[in-house]
């Protein structure tokens, strides 16, 4: 790689010096670690749904309970991701990881004493909390480390992690539960979940593009981009940008300005006081989601990755009871349930191969299969023949890669100063639609064979708001684009100018 393509004297631009290398060893690494802590994040939040049908008939559930047992969890999803990814935005992506891991694991733990219905929601709530709080800060770790071409596929292969962890607990499950009960599952994963937690603390590295972004200390930045190609000298360099985004860090302290009606209040970020500084930060990173074209991307992801959670979560919630109900034999439906999400999540990094190279609208390739084979179960079609499990599978597989696919663009779009705050609120949208898929489900899809025939067309429905909401994504990513390039043309003929 030619020095000038990264470098102006003495300063470094570390988006083009990453985005012009290779996928190394420490790239791999990252991946790598990453992928650990989604699998267990996955398998430690799917664990509900997999031992569902033996807290329901242990604490004799109803069908409202089961749906509020299995939202639980979600509602605190909704909380933790707004907390966890704007903490990551101040103090980095690393300690709000390894604080979310190891609570993970403690909480995961605790669950197996639930006696309740009531207090199995509370510890599911609170685990939420911490699994909704890690997702954003790793999948803007990984965005902000790969190479170019490389970060929607880094988002799905880790996601694919938390999907074969998710699927992990059926097996877990079915091997445990049957022998020991459903309490010692989350006594087995929680001390799993442990372990890793204990590992991450001398493992896991920071975001090199977010130290550069917060215009951290040299001494940070520079071990980190050696890490990333020893091979090259960048001990002369002693200034850091980032070309390809707007400095929102240098911005921040300038006050906010709000706008109600005909009136205008400036909220000042250098403030004495802690309550409003913190609130001017706050608002000014909020505005930043809308800045220029992302006022519209941004609530187009929003109702996206709604539609896209509402079907997958529908259906990692019961999907082994739909199944039960629909004739299939239990331990045979977590079975199926459990290949059908590790080869969604496959087939999802094999779609943002093609995406990465041919735009996001290629993602409704997912859904576009997904929809007629769930449209087959809902309608009744194969239900009594010898299609029903192939058509299920299918179907499963196609939701699956869709769901990962969405994930996959939710961040990449925003600054590093903001990008896991945009990935938490994006989350935060589309956690509405899991608190709603199980709670609607309990009161709608689990009472008889009608009912869940009801929830696949239902899904089918989520399906074809994905397809309309991603390629209303691509059209303005465009845009996004063609405006990124200009600026980024405009900066350099301002530092010609002054060279």
Not at 12 to 37: E, M, P, Y
Request: hydrophobic share 55%.
């Amino acid at each position: 790689m030619a020095e000038k393509a990264y470098a102006n004297g003495t300063t470094l631009d570390v988006a083009k010096f990453l985005q012009g290398l290779k996928f190394t060893r420490f790239h791999l690494w990252i991946l790598i670690l990453s992928c650990l802590v989604t699998f267990f994040d996955g398998l430690d939040f799917a664990l509900i749904a997999y031992t569902l049908p033996y807290i329901r008939d242990e604490m004799h559930l109803t069908d409202a309970m089961t749906g509020y047992v299995s939202s639980a969890a979600f509602l605190g999803q909704m909380i933790g991701s707004l907390v966890g990814s704007y903490v990551a935005d101040v103090i980095g992506r690393r300690p709000v990881i390894l604080i979310c891991t190891v609570l993970s694991a403690v909480l995961t733990f605790v669950t197996g004493f639930a006696q309740t219905p009531e207090m199995l929601m509370a510890l599911r709530f609170v685990g939420g909390l911490t699994i909704g709080g890690l997702l954003a800060p790793a999948w803007s770790l990984n965005i902000e480390a790969m190479p170019a071409g490389k970060r929607a596929t880094a988002v799905t292969i880790i996601m694919l992690g938390f999907s074969v962890g998710a699927s992990a607990a059926g097996p877990i499950t079915n091997f445990v539960a049957p022998s020991l009960g459903w309490h010692y599952v989350f006594f087995t994963c929680g001390g799993l979940t442990l372990a890793l937690a204990v590992a991450l603390q001398f493992m896991l590295p920071e975001s090199a593009r977010w130290l550069v972004a917060q215009r951290k200390p040299r001494a940070r930045i520079m071990p980190l981009l050696n890490r990333f190609d020893p091979g090259t000298d960048l001990s002369r360099y002693t200034a850091f940008e980032l070309s390809d985004e707007r400095n929102v860090a240098k911005e921040a302290g300038e006050p906010f300005r709000l706008r109600i009606k005909r009136m205008k209040i400036l909220i000042p970020a250098d403030s004495a006081n802690p309550i409003v500084r913190g609130l001017a930060t706050f608002l000014k990173a909020m505005s930043e989601l809308f800045h220029g074209w992302l006022a519209w991307i941004t609530p187009l992801i929003w109702a996206t990755y709604f539609c896209s959670s509402f079907a997958i979560y529908l259906k990692s919630s019961y999907g082994v009871l739909f199944l039960e109900i629909l004739g299939v034999e239990r331990l045979n439906a977590a079975w199926i349930s459990s290949a059908g999400g590790i080869a969604g999540a496959v087939a999802g990094v094999l779609l943002l191969a093609l995406t990465e190279k041919r735009g996001p609208g290629w993602i409704t390739l997912a859904p576009l299969v997904a929809i007629p084979f769930t449209l087959l179960v809902g309608l009744g079609i194969v239900l009594d023949g010898p299609l029903f499990i192939p058509v299920i599978f299918i179907g499963m597989i196609a939701v699956g890669a869709g769901h990962a696919a969405v994930i996959s663009i939710t961040s990449i779009y925003y600054p590093s100063s903001i990008r896991a705050m945009g990935g938490g609120w994006a989350s935060f949208m589309a956690k509405f639609a899991a608190v709603a898929a199980p709670i609607l489900g309990g009161y709608y899809f689990l009472s008889d064979q009608n009912a869940v025939l009801l929830g696949y067309v239902a899904t089918a429905t989520a399906l074809a708001g994905i397809v309309v909401g991603v390629l209303a994504v691509a059209h303005f990513a465009r845009k996004l684009g063609d405006e990124q390039e200009r600026e980024e043309a405009a900066a350099q003929g301002e530092r010609a100018a002054t060279a």
